[in-house]
């Protein structure tokens, strides 16, 4: 649920009634199109030093954000003695909490230390948070629950000795999902576990697919594991065939889609798969797939961004509009909605020049202003790091390039892709949204959504505060 909540007083209570007042007498105001925009703040740069670190940010990794507005995000300093850490985060009003530094006590196990940490996290609604990280004495691959060791390298799994953990993932239940390296064959040692259930392995079969290999490589975007809220997972495999390229999407146990099927309006074949997601509550999953090359058969080709096997949102090539067309896609997210952020290469622009698309329009682009201080610099959205929750709220991570001069700096930015009084999310601040925002303020919101948006001035309350900045948006 998201935590945005109702606190109404008198005076907040006289607020709404003029409210009610202003919005019944504002039946004049005629739509204002927001159209497929974005609103962008920059939350934490390079070579600031957040609170409870005593150096500078040098990188960031991969990024989770929740439907409820909170983010789990991991990085490094400068220090080179305790450089790796995780940070939660709150959007409404914005705060970073440090959660877990290099150097400091494992939960639960006085003498022993965090050394190295994982990019790939994840956090659940509740908030559960879940990393991998080496320990010191033992400097062993441990798979962390909030902090707390539930799995180690060295321990036994299906009877066998846990070689090494990657990837974890935790659904809204609370179990932990991860990826281990079990045994001695060196042909079979990957393996799928939900907790300590085994859910698939390297030379085992799934809906008549032989599992040849598991990618656990962290260069392969979370190889393709995916684990949503309600404990729906999608994973990528390879069935080995040595015929060619044949590799497979996973959902649930089924074979849902594999090198060699064909799209809708594509003439290739699927080749490879480049990244895929689940939404929170599974309505929707997405890939971004390569087809196979015209020009060399049995390579890759261009990419292409599908949605439930079924629809194409995004394939190289696509007009975007002023002489530009879609490159390479580079990472994607998509909510329940079916609302889409991507970030791509630009064909027909200055060499290096990326673009973030919202539902297929760029919305920012290298070189744009983003906030009068900073502007987009090349590769908008490393790879993995957009995330597009279902209330329009996203994070990414990004370079940015002060207005004043100097060299790119890797930054968190967060945003939303509704405007101030979009209450309704239909992409206008219209009288449309007067009845969700009253509803909202008294408590009766028909969604967290919503009553999330209704928190027009972004202070953690839905309540008479929003009423002024919600008119001003109304009524500008």
Not at 15 to 30: E, N, P, Q, S, W
Not at 33 to 51: D, K, M, N, S, Y
Not at 90 to 99: G, M, S, V
Not at 351 to 371: C, E, K, P, Q, W
Request: aromatic share 8%.
């Amino acid at each position: 649920m998201v935590k945005t909540h109702t606190s109404i007083d008198r005076r907040s209570s006289a607020r709404i009634g003029l409210a009610v007042v202003c919005i019944a007498a504002a039946t004049f105001a005629l739509s204002i199109p927001v159209g497929f925009a974005a609103t962008f703040q920059v939350r934490l740069v390079e070579g600031t030093v957040p609170p409870g670190l005593a150096d500078g940010v040098q990188f960031l990794d991969q990024i989770t954000l929740t439907n409820n507005g909170s983010l789990f995000i991991g990085g490094d300093t400068s220090s080179g003695a305790s450089d790796d850490f995780f940070y939660s985060a709150k959007l409404k009003p914005f705060e970073l909490t440090l959660e877990i530094q290099e150097g400091t006590t494992v939960v639960g196990e006085p003498g022993v230390v965090y050394v190295r940490m994982d990019a790939v996290n994840d956090m659940n609604e509740a908030g559960d948070q879940v990393f991998v990280a080496e320990t010191n004495p033992g400097v062993l691959d441990s798979v962390f629950k909030n902090g707390a060791s539930v799995v180690r390298e060295g321990g036994m799994l299906e009877g066998e000795t846990i070689n090494s953990l990657h990837h974890s993932q935790i659904d809204g239940m609370g179990n932990v999902w991860y990826i281990a390296d079990i045994g001695a064959d060196s042909s079979m040692d990957a393996a799928l576990f939900r907790d300590s259930t085994l859910v698939l392995r390297e030379g085992g079969l799934i809906d008549g697919v032989p599992i040849a290999s598991i990618s656990v490589s962290e260069a392969t975007l979370g190889c393709n594991f995916r684990v949503n809220e309600n404990g729906d997972y999608m994973i990528v495999v390879d069935d080995g065939d040595a015929q060619g390229q044949d590799v497979h999407v996973i959902m649930n146990g089924l074979n849902v889609l594999e090198s060699g099927d064909f799209l809708p309006g594509i003439i290739q074949p699927v080749y490879w798969f480049n990244q895929n997601g689940l939404t929170a509550s599974g309505n929707h999953w997405w890939v971004q797939v390569a087809v196979e090359s015209t020009t060399s058969p049995g390579f890759a080709g261009d990419e292409v961004l599908l949605l439930d096997g079924t629809t194409v949102l995004l394939a190289e090539g696509d007009d975007l509009g002023g002489g530009l067309s879609a490159g390479q896609i580079q990472t994607t997210s998509i909510n329940s909605d079916g609302h889409w952020l991507a970030r791509v290469d630009l064909i027909g622009a200055t060499a290096g020049d990326d673009a973030l698309l919202l539902n297929g329009n760029i919305v920012a682009r290298t070189g744009d202003a983003l906030d009068g201080i900073y502007n987009w610099a090349g590769n908008i959205g490393f790879v993995n790091d957009i995330q597009l929750n279902d209330c329009g709220e996203f994070a990414l991570i990004t370079d940015v390039v002060p207005v004043a001069g100097g060299s790119p700096l890797e930054s968190l930015v967060t945003g939303r892709i509704f405007d101030d009084g979009d209450i309704n999310g239909d992409f206008l601040v219209d009288l449309n949204d007067t009845a969700p925002f009253v509803a909202a303020l008294l408590g009766s919101a028909s969604s967290d959504c919503e009553a999330w948006r209704a928190d027009v001035n972004a202070d953690g309350s839905t309540n008479g505060l929003d009423v002024a900045p919600f008119l001003d948006a109304l009524i500008p």
